[in-house]
């Protein structure tokens, strides 16, 4: 059995938390072949984070809180710490929604390209374009309707996937391998601290040079800048172009 590690970090903006969680659980099943454990990192929310962690259908998902605001890089490297002996680690913004069977479908597609690293695609793929949906789907309009996310994935099934130099940090998939690797080139811990919440995803992957794979088979919708003071998108009314 393969064991994999699922780690979703959080910052307030509990509602696109609740969504995440709801879809992780419901699209991301154990089977034969993968074993999958649940984490909620909680960067020190203000808001019902804590009560909605506590909530009887997510009793399957672990949560772990900062003591502190410290960032996303801490959250990230917490991750790592707290799941030991895991063959994969992903890890995942809270504001995104998880297709079916989409864990399986990236790590079947890192095995069978011994890749290191991978990522989807998405409607919000930050600096890299390679992770596009608009590349695969001409005329893509991005929607948070759960149906419209479900047709998106079954559209993109059985697409290629390719290497490219980086991959955005709002979901990335890991064989632990290559994060003990990055332990241990002396920092103490992956990912390094002195990028606090930008740059991180960037600096891991300059300083191990995975060249990661792009999954297309592989559909998560991404809010984008929900924790960007003043500029959150707005919930279960997205619509428009990036």
């Known amino acids: 059995m393969i064991t994999v590690g699922v780690a979703v970090t959080c910052f307030n903006h509990a509602a696109y938390t609740r969504q995440g969680l709801e879809t992780l659980i419901a ?17 020190c929310s203000t808001d019902d984070t804590p009560a909605i962690a506590q ?17 996303v890089t801490y959250l990230w490297n917490r991750a790592y710490q707290l799941s030991p002996g895991v063959d994969y680690l992903l890890i995942s913004n809270n504001d995104v929604i998880f297709t079916p069977s989409w864990c399986q479908i990236l790590l079947r597609e890192m095995r069978l390209n011994g890749a290191r690293m991978a990522g989807p695609v998405t ?28 047709s998106v994935a079954e559209c993109l099934q059985g697409r290629a996937s390719y290497t490219v130099d980086r991959i955005n940090g709002f979901c990335m998939a890991f064989d632990r391998s290559l994060l003990a690797e990055a332990d241990s080139q002396g920092a103490g811990t992956p990912f390094d601290p002195g990028y606090r919440d930008f740059g991180n995803e960037d600096e891991f992957q300059r300083r191990l040079k995975p060249r990661p794979l792009v999954v297309p088979s592989c559909f998560v919708f991404h809010y984008k800048r929900v924790s960007t003071a003043g500029r959150p998108r707005p919930f279960h009314q997205y619509r428009g172009r990036l």
């Open 27 to 43: 699209h991301t099943q154990c089977d034969g072949e993968f074993e999958f454990k649940f984490l909620l990192l909680d960067d």
């Open 123 to 150: 409607n919000g793929p930050g600096h890299v374009p390679e992770q596009d949906v608009r590349n695969l789907i001409p005329g893509y309009e991005p929607s948070d309707d759960l149906l419209a996310i479900r």
């Open 55 to 71: 909530e009887e259908r997510f009793g399957s998902v672990g949560y772990w809180r900062s003591a502190r605001n410290a960032g």
